[in-house]
């Protein structure tokens, strides 16, 4: 029997470099619902407290992206776990660098990878 899917919620500013390139790397793997958003006014995908509640674990890029996602979603993050990955924002879209660093600090995580 499949285990259950795993719900990732990767969060950055924009949602235009950092989470969308997450988003994309771990939607390969089985087993993993994948999503991304922003926390910015103009991020590409904006993060809703629906995306949260359906998240089994929130991954931040940023300390900042913790604070700012306390700030907005206080309510929704009971029981959550949130992660800050540490990943500055100096990589491009699909950059191998950065698929290499989120895979590095992912996957150790999620247990069965």
Known sequence: M?????????????????????EAVFSE????????????????MWLESEDIQRADIIFVMEQSHRRKLAQKFQ?????????????PDEY????TTLIALLKKKVLPLLGTF
Request: proline share 6%; hydrophobic share 35%.
């Open 75 to 87: 309510p929704w993050l009971k029981n959550k776990r949130v992660i800050c990955l540490d990943i």
């Open 29 to 44: 793997y089985e087993g993993l619902e994948v999503n991304s958003a922003g926390l910015d006014r103009d991020a590409e």
């Open 2 to 22: 499949p285990a259950t899917k795993k719900n990732l919620l990767f969060i950055c500013s924009q949602n235009r470099l950092r989470s969308p390139t997450a």
């Open 92 to 95: 491009e879209y699909m950059d």
